[in-house]
Nanobody, 121 residues
């Protein structure tokens, strides 16, 4: 059973930085695209950043130039470096991964339970 666990959230002042980490565990044959999403209070979950198995990266316009996604597939980790944080970045951040658990099992989407990031003004 594949599990994703996020860490690194917390309270930070505007202009500060945080680094989120997502650790995958379980039987994993191949990582495909990995991503970070966020959900602010009263809003829908939105995509923040994605990184493919070939390290192709995309960011939401709201975080371009401030956030950096990276991955270490050997360690089963994906990271989100968040700089110049703004109060509007306050949200629960979720790790998402498209994974093939085994050669004979189809690719599946997995989600972590989220980590709260609060940016004070």
């Amino acid at each position: 059973q594949v599990q994703l666990v996020e860490s690194g959230g917390g309270l930070v002042q505007a202009g500060g930085s945080l680094r989120l980490a997502c650790a995958a565990s379980g039987t994993i044959f191949r990582f495909n695209t990995m991503a970070w999403y966020r959900q602010a209070p009263g809003k829908q979950r939105e995509l923040v950043a994605t990184i493919t198995s070939g390290d192709s990266i995309n960011y939401a316009d709201a975080v371009k130039g401030r956030f950096t996604i990276s991955r270490d597939s050997a360690k089963k980790m994906v990271y989100l470096q968040m700089n110049s944080l703004k109060p509007e970045d306050t949200a629960v951040y979720y790790c998402n991964a498209d994974i093939k658990p085994a050669p004979t099992i189809r690719d599946m989407q997995y989600w972590g339970k989220g980590t709260l990031v609060t940016v004070s003004s």
